[in-house]
């Protein structure tokens, strides 16, 4: 999963989701050990100041943890992963929901359009 | 904390054009800074300075507490614009005399650089393309186990991607006692890299945050909106 990046926001918050989504995904399974600042730095290709300060964030929200001498791992509470998981689904489908009002569907129309597009998926 | 380069009020005249202009500015331990401007803002009148390349008409310049000279060339790690090695020399050769002249040399780090950017060691200078030479030089100066590297256009002459390379060298080489200055006008290529970065425009500096205040405050990339600081 590459590091996507986007240049007109802050880079801190960006490399906080981008974990986050390697987290919920499972690329970084439950207490797993994380690479190095500095490996992520470079696979990212950002600062390694930068990186490090989004792992103390995500260290400070409990989602990773710090082994005294063998280094960062990924928290081993499934139920913290889960959550995490449901809040970034919440926010991706509360971005759709904003671009389908602009286009003027109501609430209905939207279930509906889905609900045909799963379907369609299934049968592919 | 102490800052590893600081200057104050320094200023740099040629005649009656002033390249620096009262410029104040300090620079911590652990940093990669950007230091932006088009052609002729004074990026490299500055980075000569910092070298003892050019003495300051006015004001201070401090590096690890010292003025330059013997004392910070020691500490500084400085990669010119332009190449003064000479180019009948083999890589190896060029090697030794680095060995010879910097006590923070690193040579194991040297060869395992040219053996990642696939430079053979035996080639001489003048047989490689600019990039190429330009790779070598980095390598050269980033070999060094220096305080403050300043890199005074290092990813100019080179393709996108050994540019990527030379920015991961940049990242891999990162410690947090020393700094790393990098001037140069291709911005969006480095921006993800740097923590801050300074702005210069005819000798001034007009801008100096970190990147993250900078696309937080604007909205924009550094270089968008370089784009619109220096529009001509």
Not at chain 2, 8 to 33: E, M, P, Q
Not at chain 2, 91 to 110: G, L, M, P
Not at chain 2, 185 to 191: G, K, P
Request: hydrophobic share 40%; net charge neutral; aromatic share 8%.
């Amino acid at each position: 999963m590459p590091w996507d990046l986007k240049p007109d926001r802050p880079i801190y918050p960006q490399l906080i989701e981008a974990i986050e989504l390697k987290i919920c995904s499972g690329v970084y399974p439950p207490g797993s050990k994380l690479k190095s600042v500095r490996d992520l730095a470079q696979e990212a290709a950002v600062n390694p100041n930068t990186m490090q300060r989004a792992l103390a964030k995500l260290e400070e929200d409990g989602l990773i943890y710090t082994h005294r001498t063998s280094g960062r791992f990924v928290t081993e509470d499934a139920n913290m992963v889960k959550q995490l998981r449901n809040k970034i689904a919440k926010e991706e489908i509360n971005q759709l929901f904003q671009k389908m009002k602009i286009l003027g569907f109501e609430k209905k129309e939207i279930l509906d359009l889905i609900s045909i597009m799963l379907e369609e998926s299934d049968n592919k | 904390m102490t800052s590893l380069l600081t200057c104050r009020n320094l200023t740099k005249s040629f005649g009656a054009k002033k390249a620096i202009d009262n410029i104040s500015l300090d620079i911590g331990r652990g940093k990669i800074v950007g230091l932006l401007g088009p052609n002729g803002s004074g990026k490299t009148t500055f980075i000569k300075l910092c070298n003892n390349l050019l003495t300051p008409t006015h004001g201070e310049l401090l590096i690890g507490g010292h003025r330059p000279g013997v004392e910070t060339k020691k500490i500084v790690s400085y990669l010119p614009e332009r190449t003064y090695l000479n180019d009948w020399m083999k890589v190896s050769q060029i090697i030794d005399f680095f060995k010879d002249f910097y006590e923070d040399f690193n040579t194991e780090k040297a060869y395992d650089m040219l053996k990642r950017f696939n430079i053979d060691p035996t080639d001489k200078l003048k047989t490689m393309s600019k990039g190429t030479k330009e790779k070598v030089q980095l390598i050269l100066v980033m070999s060094r186990e220096a305080e403050l590297y300043l890199l005074d256009e290092p990813i100019g002459g080179v393709d996108p991607a050994a540019r990527d390379f030379i920015l991961e060298t940049i990242i891999s080489n990162y410690n947090e006692n020393a700094s790393i200055i990098i001037s140069t006008h291709l911005i969006s290529d480095i921006e993800k890299v740097l923590d801050e970065v300074v702005f210069i425009k005819d000798g001034q500096i007009v801008l100096s945050k970190t990147v993250d205040e900078i696309r937080d405050e604007s909205g924009k990339s550094v270089d968008a909106l370089f784009r619109e600081v220096f529009k001509c």
